[in-house]
């Protein structure tokens, strides 16, 4: 085998040398390049994925808040909706008993219970006292006064707001208009005004609720009032009568407080003090307490004196009225003529027959205006004084009987006159 020999001069080889060693560094280079560029793009990578869950958490969240806000908002609107629902039934039952309150008004009104726009209704509620009947806290009926004013309008003047007020409908609650804009998310606004504005329109009508039942029982306790005194007064002359009554008209008793369930109640006792009270003025109406002859002066009392023809003591049955001759006579409750002519001394003589078996005699009349059967009412004219029969001069004699009983006409005059006093 041949062998080749190259000879390198120092020089060569140093040269070769550097070549490689600048190779090698060449490729180190490259290699450590690559790799540092690959550690920083996986560290941007990183960096970058973190910042977008981030984001997305970020964007969670805010999600979430809203779908929170929009169903708080459904929630509150459904609340609001409920709520305007409420409140117009509660309208519907205002009104309702509005126009029951009206009517009970005018009820009363054809009574004679009316209710001044001064001081329409008691300060409050009539409370138990110590003696466990309705009073009125402060009031004192032995020291009053003032002018008083009908009122054309009970209803309004009653103090009974307008439920059909435009000012609180309901139905509008839901379309008001929102204010200015405040940094306050306009769905919670918007349902916070709208609460604002129903609980506006449950306190007008909470409060119509209570002034209502309040003329309720004003009118209840004037009602039962007037009864208790028209029979006071009446009880003098018609014991027996005013029993029957007070048995039939059996009302009264403590208030209880107000409540939405006790209005019926409430309602119900001042209807029947008001048909008793018809049926109590009706009987008082009947009775002959009016005045049989107008600005005629007492000659002669009811009662025992000594007659002015025998000179002896004996019952005078009735009440001697001076007048002037001609002077008109009138009747002095609603009857049915029983005889109109002369009646031995009595003279000319009309008679009347009226309600609960009373009778009443007028005596001594120039002129009888009036015929047997005829029916007249209280104040009609019957007659005019004379001095027929046995008499001494113009003067009208005049009797209450019942069951043929003679009665002092002086009670029945002044309880008339108290009755008069009442607008009765």
């Not at 009125?136 to 009974?160: C, R, W």
């Not at 909470?206 to 003329?215: L, W």
């Not at 005078?316 to 049915?336: E, Q, S, W």
Request: include cysteine.
């Amino acid at each position: 085998m041949k062998t080749t020999t190259y000879n390198m001069r120092p020089m060569h080889l140093a040269g070769g040398a550097l070549a490689c060693v600048a190779a090698t560094l060449t490729i180190a280079g490259s290699i450590g390049y690559y790799v540092l560029r690959g550690d920083i793009i996986a560290e941007a990578s990183a960096e970058r994925t973190e910042l977008v869950l981030e984001y997305q958490d970020h964007i969670d969240r805010l999600r979430a808040e809203i779908e929170t806000l929009t169903s708080r908002q459904m929630v509150d609107r459904e609340t609001v909706e409920i709520q305007v629902m409420d409140v117009l039934r509660r309208q519907q039952d205002l009104n309702q008993r509005h126009a029951i309150v009206a009517d009970l008004v005018a009820r009363a009104e054809s009574v004679g219970i009316y209710l001044s726009n001064d001081k329409p209704l008691p300060p409050q509620k009539p409370s138990l006292d110590a003696r466990g009947l309705a009073s009125l806290d402060g009031d004192d009926a032995t020291a009053i006064g003032g002018e008083s004013q009908l009122i054309e309008e009970p209803v309004k003047a009653l103090g009974l707001r307008d439920g059909n007020s435009k000012s609180f409908d309901p139905l509008t609650v839901l379309q008001q208009p929102i204010s200015g804009r405040d940094g306050v998310p306009q769905g919670l606004k918007k349902n916070s005004e709208k609460q604002a504005a129903l609980d506006a329109v449950k306190a007008h009508i909470s409060a119509m609720d209570v002034e209502s039942t309040a003329a309720v029982d004003a009118i209840t306790v004037a009602t039962e009032s007037r009864i208790d005194e028209i029979l006071g007064i009446t009880s003098s002359i018609t014991p027996g009568v005013n029993k029957a009554l007070r048995e039939q008209t059996a009302i009264g008793g403590p208030f209880q407080p107000i409540t939405e369930e006790n209005f019926p109640d409430r309602l119900e006792r001042a209807r029947v003090a008001l048909t008793a009270l018809r049926r109590v003025k009706f009987t008082a109406l009947r009775l002959p307490v009016k005045r049989p002859i107008r600005n005629g002066s007492v000659s002669s009392s009811y009662g025992p004196r000594v007659d002015p023809f025998l000179g002896q003591l004996a019952l005078h049955t009735g009440i001697d009225f001076k007048a002037p001759y001609g002077a008109r006579v009138f009747a002095t409750a609603p009857g049915t003529i029983l005889s109109a002519e002369r009646h031995g001394g009595y003279g000319k003589m009309v008679e009347i027959r009226h309600a609960n078996g009373f009778v009443t005699r007028y005596a001594h009349l120039s002129r009888i205006q009036v015929s047997a059967g005829d029916h007249v009412l209280a104040g009609d004219l019957i007659g005019n004084v004379g001095s027929t029969g046995r008499s001494t001069g113009p003067h009208l004699h005049y009797e209450i009987r019942r069951h043929e009983k003679p009665s002092n006409p002086a009670a029945f005059l002044a309880a008339g006159d108290k009755l008069a006093e009442l607008s009765l």
